[in-house]
T-cell receptor, first 113, second 113 residues
Framework: GAVVSQHPSRVICKSGTSVKIECRSL??????MFWYRQFPKQSLMLMAT?????????EQGVEKDKFLINHASLTLSTLTVTSAHPEDSSFYIC?????????FGPGTRLTVT | GENVEQHPSTLSVQEGDSAVIKCTYS??????FPWYKQELGKGPQLIID?????GEKKDQRIAVTLNKTAKHFSLHITETQPEDSAVYFC????????????FGTGTSLTVIP
């Protein structure tokens, strides 16, 4: 089946720094990728929809200047959390629109100290 | 927009018993309903899905039913096993319209050996 990878799986960063998370579709091309955020014991909340070659569409309440999304190729989308704060600590999950289905990555645990 | 509700939030069953999780949705235009299983610290894994032109779908011990009129769908797991313990999420989307998923709040299933 289609595979989506995320890197890194875990990252710890200091408050005020920026961190980049990569999402790759390994065996298919994805014109659309999605970024979700999940707090402990809560559901997945869509942050933004990333389309290859165009600007991402952000959900209401998500700061686009804080969560920078780049979808530079059909197999790679990146999420950069800028000037991270402890409240940005969360589990970030991407998904990629593949052949007929949406495939999820394994997630990235971000901890901001 | 779409609103997906999921019940129960927690469910404990004895090994071998059945488990049922129910979801309702609000947007009658939604036509694709996947179910995901998420283990601790991992991304969601698709376990079964159903399209709006079908009332029921079964895959070994797992089945999903859909009532379009009432706008609800359910996941049924029979002969539960300890490895079925996880968090289960339902979702609704409109295929061919961006495929944005709206997730339920999740059900934490515990199968007691």
């Amino acid at each position: 089946g289609a595979v989506v990878s995320q890197h890194p799986s875990r990252v710890i960063c200091k408050s005020g720094t920026s961190v980049k998370i990569e999402c790759r579709s390994l065996d298919f091309q994805a014109t659309t990728m999605f970024w979700y955020r999940q707090f402990p014991k809560q559901s997945l909340m869509l942050m933004a929809t990333s389309n290859e070659g165009s600007k991402a569409t952000y959900e209401q309440g998500v700061e686009k200047d804080k969560f920078l999304i780049n979808h530079a190729s059909l197999t790679l989308s990146t999420l950069t959390v800028t000037s991270a704060h402890p409240e940005d600590s969360s589990f970030y999950i991407c998904s990629a629109q593949g052949p007929g289905l949406q495939y999820f990555g394994p997630g990235t645990r971000l901890t901001v100290t | 927009g779409e609103n997906v509700e999921q019940h129960p939030s927690t469910l404990s069953v004895q090994e071998g018993d059945s488990a049922v999780i129910k979801c309702t949705y609000s947007d009658s235009a939604s036509n694709y309903f996947p179910w995901y299983k998420q283990e601790l610290g991992k991304g969601p894994q698709l376990i079964i899905d159903i399209r709006s032109n079908v009332g029921e779908k079964k895959d070994q011990r797992i089945a999903v039913t859909l009532n379009k009129t009432a706008k609800h769908f359910s996941l049924h797991i029979t002969e539960t096993q300890p490895e079925d313990s996880a968090v289960y999420f339902c979702a609704a989307s409109k295929r061919n319209t961006g495929n944005q998923f709206y997730f339920g709040t999740g059900t934490s299933l515990t199968v007691i050996p």
